[in-house]
């Protein structure tokens, strides 16, 4: 049982604008005229403990622009919105990098000489951290001819996973993103027979 934060559906979208029409303004500046090839996508991120978020990501194939007029002008625009400017050479060629209240962004040439302008927003969180569930049964609460379950003690969520369906990123494998107790099938008590 995780909690929906407030507000970061709508922290999400304000960082996805302010990315998209950023580097967008950018694209116009440093190739008037270009339709630039535009390519979005939202990461969705999970961590271990069951916090969830999503980062959005775009890309921009600029057609036709040469490296050596794309470079200075993307750090030009980009400097003078304010962003951090690192430059260099890297392991696939040049790039220009940019900076700013959590966003960053930057420029790289394609291997077929296309230069491309990219950016990613910082990771919005939706869920907090994983909370296991309230047990289903308590020694209290049991019904007549039953007991706890001896594998999750009333739980009757999985006890691998604790309810989350998945550890370390990946499905889990007790339950299966089933989440319940595969002794007692969620209901946190086991008859005295078995």
Do not use: N
Not at 20 to 41: I, K, Y
Not at 130 to 154: E, H, I, N, S
Not at 179 to 189: A, H, L, N, P, W
């Amino acid at each position: 049982m995780s909690e929906e934060i407030a507000g970061a559906a709508q922290e999400f979208e304000r960082s996805a604008g302010r990315l998209r029409s950023g580097l967008m303004a950018v694209a116009a500046d440093v190739a008037p005229g270009v339709q630039p090839e535009v390519e979005e996508s939202v990461k969705e991120r999970r961590t271990t403990h069951g916090s969830m978020g999503r980062q959005f990501k775009i890309s921009m194939t600029l057609p036709g622009v040469p490296w050596t007029s794309a470079a200075p002008a993307v750090s030009d625009a980009l400097g003078a919105a304010g962003w951090c400017i690192e430059g260099g050479e890297g392991a696939s060629g040049p790039y220009v990098k940019a900076r700013r209240d959590g966003l960053e962004a930057g420029l790289f040439r394609q291997p077929f000489g296309a230069v491309c302008l990219w950016g990613e927003a910082p990771t919005v969180w939706f869920r907090a951290r994983w909370k296991r569930p309230p047990r289903v049964a308590t020694p209290q609460t049991v019904m007549p001819g039953y007991r706890l379950c001896r594998m999750c003690d009333g739980w009757g969520t999985c006890i691998e996973c604790e309810g989350l369906g998945f550890m370390d990123g990946r499905q889990c494998i007790e339950c299966g993103l089933g989440m319940d107790c595969s002794y007692c099938r969620g209901t946190g008590q086991q008859h005295l027979d078995s």
